[in-house]
């Protein structure tokens, strides 16, 4: 049995240590607020916040994709480590948008790049 996901002995104690559950984790993946490119090279971070109005934190997860597919429905997630920022982070680099994406948009009339 292949899974979609595949955890890191570091993200397994970052978890441990900042109480995220492996569902948490899953769910900033899949349904982040923000994306940014991650510190190592070839990772994606995501973003999910979290907290109270009065006292916010967001939830902060660097993953890769696996090369090699998992399934027919895509490639394994590697994730990499988990940890909370307490406050709101400064946005840095968003995700780059893939040169043929932006043409094929562009010739659909989706969107016009300055």
Do not use: C, D
């Not at 040169?99 to 016009?112: H, K, P, Q, W």
Request: aromatic residues 8%; without cysteine; glycine residues 8%.
């Amino acid at each position: 049995m292949v899974t979609k996901y595949r955890w890191t002995n570091h993200v397994v104690r970052k978890m441990r240590f900042y109480r995220l559950s492996p569902s948490r984790v899953i769910r900033v993946i899949r349904a982040p607020q923000r994306m940014e490119e991650g510190v190592a090279p070839g990772t994606l971070a995501s973003m999910q916040t979290a907290g109270t109005k009065a006292k916010p934190w967001e939830i902060w997860v660097m993953w890769r994709e696996e090369n090699k597919p998992a399934s027919p429905a895509g490639g394994q997630k590697i994730v990499i480590t988990a940890w909370r920022y307490p406050g709101t982070s400064p946005v840095r680099g968003q995700i780059p948008i893939p040169a043929g994406l932006i043409a094929e948009l562009e010739a659909e009339g989706v969107f016009m790049v300055p």
